[in-house]
């Protein structure tokens, strides 16, 4: 596609339950990044991925949280047992290999809401 | 990587050029140096990037001196539509490439 999509845009659920959250990349991207922002804070890495492998999963806050990418495309953020503290934007990142001259292109992230 | 340090906030008028000035002493040999424009509600979204002297391109300019210690942003003849937030960034490419964001420059362009 022209851009990355995240879906859904914005997501309200109850604390205890599981979210999937989604990011289809630029084609031909093989470099993918999941980001949080919470109210008033930085942006947050998560985890990065180079093609289907994760070799920095530095960021996830707990094991509550993991990703996950297939055929080198899609990758889909899951938060089990969400917490009210989890509430955040997350936002989706990816680039062509090595130094891309034009950085990084973002999604306009999932607004995530635990109640 | 190296942390960065740049203003908190800077305010300006339309029409004027506005230059953010970053820190990053740390920075090492194979960090590149790269800026991000963030609206609100929006992913942040690439700025321009730069290894060593002199970048510009449609929307920027980037100075670098010989040290690299530091960098500066420089938007000529901003216009309210450039209020936003900018972040300054040193991005190691051939280890991942993940960014880390400081709090960045809340920039208001006033009328």
């Known amino acids: 596609g022209a851009g990355v999509s995240q879906s859904p845009s914005n997501k309200v659920t109850e604390k205890g339950k599981d979210v999937e959250l989604r990011c289809d990349p630029i084609?031909?991207?093989?470099?993918l990044y999941w980001y949080r922002q919470s109210l008033g804070q930085g942006l947050e890495f998560l985890i990065y991925?180079?093609?289907?492998?994760?070799?920095?999963k530095s960021g996830l806050p707990s094991d509550r949280f993991s990703a996950e990418r297939t055929g080198g495309s899609v990758s889909t953020l899951t938060i089990q047992r969400t917490q009210q503290e989890d509430s955040a934007v997350y936002l989706c990142?990816?680039?062509?290999?090595?130094?891309?001259?034009?950085?990084?292109?973002f999604g306009s992230g999932t607004r995530l809401t635990v109640v | 990587l190296a942390k960065t340090t740049q203003p908190i906030s800077m305010d300006s008028y339309e029409g004027q050029e506005v230059n953010i000035t970053c820190s990053h002493n740390n920075i090492a040999t194979n960090d590149y140096i790269t800026w991000y424009q963030q609206f609100p509600s929006q992913g942040p979204r690439f700025i321009i990037q730069?290894?060593?002297t002199k970048v510009t391109n449609e929307v920027a300019s980037l100075f670098i001196p010989a040290d690299r210690k530091s960098s500066t942003l420089s938007l000529p003849r901003v216009s309210l539509s450039d209020t936003a937030v900018y972040y300054c960034?040193?991005?190691?490419?051939?280890?991942?490439?993940?960014?880390?964001f400081g709090q960045g420059t809340e920039l208001s362009v006033k009328p």
């Open positions: 991925f180079q093609g289907n492998s994760a070799p920095d």
């Open positions: 960034l040193v991005v190691r490419y051939n280890q991942g490439g993940k960014l880390i």
């Open positions: 084609s031909g991207h093989t470099a």
């Open positions: 990142a990816s680039s062509s290999q090595g130094a891309p001259e034009n950085g990084y292109t």
């Open positions: 730069g290894y060593k």
